[in-house]
């Protein structure tokens, strides 16, 4: 069993929509989580990161972490087009990354 | 911004052949990463690196090799190239800690 679960979707949603992608986690020492944006043909590029459980906010982007259910989600509102990419989550105790497989996100226009 | 380059963003090699990979940072980061992406596999961590000539073993380390002679440049050697070995292989670097961790664009390797 992964560590990190992440469904790879691909998920495809329209434009000005709101998009939800989460990770589930088996390891408690976990206590950093991340999250990272990949577009085509590119390297991952972070997007978020936060520390303890609760939420977190940036622009259109909303982090929540729930360590009681080993439970993270990225939230994006007003879904645009520039945002289709794959989302990957990571996380760590202190050291190593343990990265989710990646969702594949389309927002058509 | 930082800026992590890797030397080459496709490769094709043969099998058997011995291949590197560089990669650069100007961050001066102490820690330097690489990993492979495959689908359905996501990223998984070959070997990393602290500090100038250490190295740590990541989770499949078989079949490759490190080297970190100057802080801001870190190798991934092929010893011996197998077909197994196709994949999108990233190079990331950190400050102090092993987050945030900055990436290359990638270099898609093909072994025939």
């Known amino acids: 069993q992964k560590e990190v679960e992440q469904d790879p979707g691909p998920l495809s949603v329209p434009e000005g929509a709101i998009v939800s992608l989460n990770c589930t986690y088996s390891?408690?020492?976990?206590?950093?989580f991340m999250w990272y944006r990949q577009y085509s043909r590119k390297g991952p590029e972070l997007l978020m990161y936060?520390?303890?459980?609760g939420n977190k906010e940036d622009g259109r982007f909303t982090a929540q972490v729930d360590k009681s259910s080993k439970y993270i989600s990225l939230f994006i509102r007003d879904s645009q087009p520039s945002d289709s990419a794959t989302y990957l989550c990571?996380?760590?105790?202190?050291?190593?990354?343990?990265f989710g497989e990646g969702t594949q996100l389309t927002v058509n226009p | 911004d930082v800026k992590v380059t890797q030397s080459s963003r496709y490769l094709v090699k043969r099998t058997g052949e011995k291949v590197f990979l560089e990669c650069v940072q100007d961050?001066?980061?102490?820690?330097m990463f690489w990993y492979r992406q495959d689908p359905g596999l996501g990223l998984r961590l070959i070997y990393f690196?602290?500090?100038?000539?250490?190295?740590e073993k990541g989770d499949i380390p078989e079949g490759y090799s490190v080297s970190r002679e100057k802080k801001e440049r870190f190798s991934l050697i092929l010893e011996s190239a197998s077909t197994n070995q196709t994949s999108m292989y990233l190079c990331?670097?950190?400050?102090?800690?092993?987050?945030?961790?900055?990436f290359g664009d990638g270099t898609r390797l093909s072994i025939l």
């Open positions: 990331a670097s950190s400050g102090v800690g092993a987050w945030p961790q900055h």
């Open positions: 390891n408690s020492a976990f206590q950093y």
């Open positions: 936060t520390y303890s459980s």
């Open positions: 990571a996380m760590s105790p202190s050291s190593r990354l343990t």
């Open positions: 961050m001066d980061h102490e820690n």
């Open positions: 690196s602290y500090d100038v000539k250490m190295k």
